[in-house]
């Protein structure tokens, strides 16, 4: 037998995964989105007389002891016309909602990393801020030649936002990007 490294269940029953889908307030399709798998499978899972091994184990375990955790990585639901995903490779740090007209900016932050947040330790940017965000993902206004970079990205003028549009406001020395979502 091999030896065990860790505290690890090496199964769970059908009825420990709805039970901790069910304490979550989860349908069976959002608990899918959460452990990345589809409706039918978990589906099956609740419905299986067999015991279900693999990475779900570890996962209803980890989510029984801390339950809290998926109200921490929950987006809110979208209340503003704009909406900024400022991410790191393909994980999200920040989620930033704008609504220019009254100049608000709200956002959420997903890793505790300031290095990684869009506004580093401040939880309540103002307009100000944001604009200074995002003048900071793109190339400066003084730039020698801007005209034909702004050429070469069909924009007429230099404008912060529309530049973050076509580039994703990706830069050469990091690997952080902006997803904007309308």
């Given at each position: 037998m091999r030896e065990k490294l860790f505290v690890t269940p090496e199964y769970v029953t059908a009825r420990e995964i709805k039970n901790?889908?069910?304490?979550?307030?989860l349908t069976q399709k959002e608990f899918a989105l959460l452990v990345q798998c589809s409706k039918s499978t978990v589906e099956r899972w609740e419905m299986s007389e067999e015991p279900i091994s693999?990475?779900?184990?570890?996962?209803?375990?980890?989510?029984?002891?801390y339950p809290e955790y998926v109200d921490n990585i929950?987006?809110?639901k979208k209340k503003t016309?704009?909406?900024?995903?400022?991410?790191?490779?393909q994980t999200v740090c920040t989620i930033?909602?704008?609504?220019?007209m009254r100049k608000e900016v709200k956002i959420v932050n997903y890793t505790d990393n300031i290095m990684f947040r869009?506004?580093?330790?401040?939880?309540?940017?103002?307009?100000?801020m944001y604009e200074e965000f995002l003048r900071s993902r793109c190339f400066?206004?003084?730039?020698?030649?801007?005209?034909?970079?702004?050429?070469?990205?069909?924009l007429p003028?230099?404008?912060?936002?529309?530049?973050?549009?076509?580039?994703?406001?990706?830069?050469?020395?990091?690997?952080?990007w902006i997803r904007i979502e309308r």
């Open positions: 901790i889908r069910n304490e979550l307030g693999g990475a779900i184990s570890l996962l209803v375990r980890m989510l029984e002891r929950k987006i809110p016309p704009i909406r900024l995903w400022y991410m790191h490779n930033i909602d704008v609504n220019e869009a506004f580093g330790r401040e939880e309540k940017p103002d307009f100000q400066p206004e003084t730039r020698d030649k801007m005209k034909l970079v702004l050429k070469d990205l069909n003028f230099y404008d912060p936002f529309m530049i973050i549009e076509k580039t994703e406001g990706r830069m050469a020395e990091d690997n952080f």
